[in-house]
């Protein structure tokens, strides 16, 4: 991504969340990273909304099987699965995380 823009760096209101995102000139590959100081108990349902995608070609994020518009992650934006899984245990703090969102457009 050596040629890529700067789209968007976003701050949670309270500061425990960053998120950095860079999009390729060409809009067909963009990387955000999600920063969070501390896990919350049950928090609310998290999406990662992208900006600077092409709104009419698909994307895949992190090579999973499901396959979205650039308007639909700019719009409606990507579930943030919980760190926390109250069905497996964990066997180290989940304060101090990151993730990383690959999006890369498919034929």
Same mark, same amino acid.
């Given at each position: 991504?050596?040629?890529? %823009? ?7 209101? $309270?500061?425990?969340? *960053?998120?950095?995102? =860079?999009?390729? #000139? $060409?809009? #067909?590959? *963009? /990387?955000?990273?999600?920063?969070? %100081?501390?896990? #919350? ?9 992208? #900006? ?8 895949? /994020?992190? $090579?999973?099987?499901? %396959?979205?518009?650039? $308007? ?13 899984? /109250?069905?497996?245990? %964990?066997?180290?703090? *989940? ?9 890369? *457009? =498919?034929?």
């Amino acid at each position: 991504m050596v040629n890529s %823009i700067v789209s968007k760096v976003l701050f949670s209101g $309270d500061g425990n969340v *960053a998120i950095w995102e =860079v999009v390729s #000139k $060409d809009q #067909k590959q *963009a /990387i955000a990273a999600r920063y969070q %100081i501390l896990n #919350k108990p049950n928090p609310a349902y998290l999406r990662i909304y992208f #900006k600077g995608l092409n709104p009419n070609l698909k994307y895949r /994020i992190n $090579d999973s099987e499901e %396959i979205f518009y650039g $308007d639909e992650l700019m719009n409606a934006g990507y579930f943030v699965h919980q760190i926390l899984n /109250i069905n497996n245990p %964990i066997s180290g703090s *989940a304060d101090f995380s990151s993730r990383l969102f690959v999006a890369q *457009a =498919v034929e």
